[in-house]
Every structure is written in C-alpha cells, then in structure tokens.
C-alpha cells in the first residue's frame, strides 16, 4: 500500500502564490508518472498538471505559465507551485501517481485531496 499525504492548500487572494506538496509514503520500488489533478463544485476532476519519471511536464491550457510541476524523487514527493492564482483556480486538489512495489507490479494511488480556495 502507498498513501499520500497533501499539504499547502489554503484560502488565498487572487494574484497570489501556493504550493501545494504531495508525500508519499509505504512500500515504493519505483515511482512512474505523478500528477495533480482538480475538481471544481459541479465539475469534473481535470488534469492540471503532470510529470514523467524521466522528468518530463505537461500542463492544462489553462495553468500553462503559471503553474509548474516538480518532484524529488529522493523525498517520494511532488509539488505543484501556482502563481498569479485566478478564482477559476478554485477547486479541490489530487495528486496521484503510478507506483511500483516491484517491477512488474505497479498501481495508481490518489491523495485525500487539498482546498484551494482564490478569493478576494
């Protein structure tokens, strides 16, 4: 099992910055691709943000130039840094990924999720 643990969430005001950490924890041999995901009220849960194992990124149109992705691989943990913070960026955020307890075994976990919350 593999449980991850979000921090950062928060209420902040539009313009501003947060970064939100995600760290995981139990039996891990290998991590593949990690991402943060968000669910607005009456929305569906959308990717934000993605990262490979080799490091390489892809974001939402919508973050692109304000949010970046990153991971440390040495601390399990992914973080998502967000500048110039819209109200549309209001939403509940995932992070998940593909972990591996051996080399042929590997499943997608999901965290408990984190608030933000862009509001003046």
Known sequence: QVQLVESGGGLVQPGGSLRLSCAASGSIFSINAMGWYR???????????????????????????????????????????????????????????????SSWACNIYWGQGTQVTVSS
């Open 39 to 101: 669910q607005a009220p009456g929305k569906q849960r959308e990717l934000v943000a993605g990262i490979t194992g080799g490091g390489s990124t892809n974001y939402a149109d919508s973050v692109k130039g304000r949010f970046t992705i990153s991971r440390d691989n040495a601390k399990n943990t992914v973080y998502l840094q967000m500048n110039s913070l819209k109200p549309e960026d209001t939403a509940v955020y995932y992070c998940n990924g593909d972990f591996c307890r």
